[in-house]
């Protein structure tokens, strides 16, 4: 049997400016998904779009960027007001570096809104959409982190609401699966981005099997894979190289 492209479907990646994201974006689009970028800031949405260019056959698709605040249920509300979406991929996110005890309550508020609040808010939305279709399918994808399972010092709130994903990706799988609706997630290890600049590499990479850190397209190919299985539901997709088993 042929496995599907995503020609004729439409794609929303938050979190688009980021390496990952972004990533996501361009292998996403040369599948041939209509790519809805989200992000806050519109002039890095609109460059990325304008290097995806328009795809799809047998019509031409275009591709977006949409600027709001993921953390706000407003934003996602007029998103799927504007926009039928058959893929959502959550990759909006920010780290952590400190410990909790000096973790100021704005902090904590921010980081459980970003890395949770903003995933309840988008599966909840674009999962009614989704469901309200009646068996038409739908396909989301949580990014979350293997600290969610291996936390470090200094990471305590980010680990907790990643590991917040794991719980809720598990619970719709169940709950939106029902109605043909596959809810999954990626757990990447330590991935060659602008958020793991500021580790210590070279001992990073002594703890990893695979002795090297994964690359933003590697977790592209995986949210591929589960964008185009239509099998696949609660996957919790270890990409670390190794790191979990150690």
Known sequence: MQ????????????????GIGQTIAR???????????VGRNQVKLERI??????????EPKTHAAVCFDVCEANGWKSLVENTQIDILINCAGETQQSLLLRTSEESIQHLLDLNLRSVVWGCKTVGKQMVARRRKGGCIINISSLL??????????????????????TALSQEFGRHGI??????PGYIDTAMTKDLDKKELIKRIPLGRFGTPGEVAHAALFLAKNNYANNCILH????????
């Open 3 to 18: 496995v599907p492209t995503l020609s004729g479907r439409t794609a929303v990646i938050t979190g688009a400016t980021g």
């Open 27 to 37: 292998q996403f689009a040369r599948q041939g998904a209509s790519v809805v970028l």
């Open 49 to 58: 779009v304008k290097e995806l260019g328009p795809r799809g056959r047998p």
């Open 148 to 169: 969610a399972y291996r936390a470090v010092i200094g990471t305590s709130i980010y680990a907790a609401a990643k590991a917040g994903q794991i719980g809720l990706t």
């Open 182 to 187: 596959r809810v999954n997630a990626i757990v």
């Open 239 to 246: 990409l670390d190289g190794g790191l979990s088993a150690v």
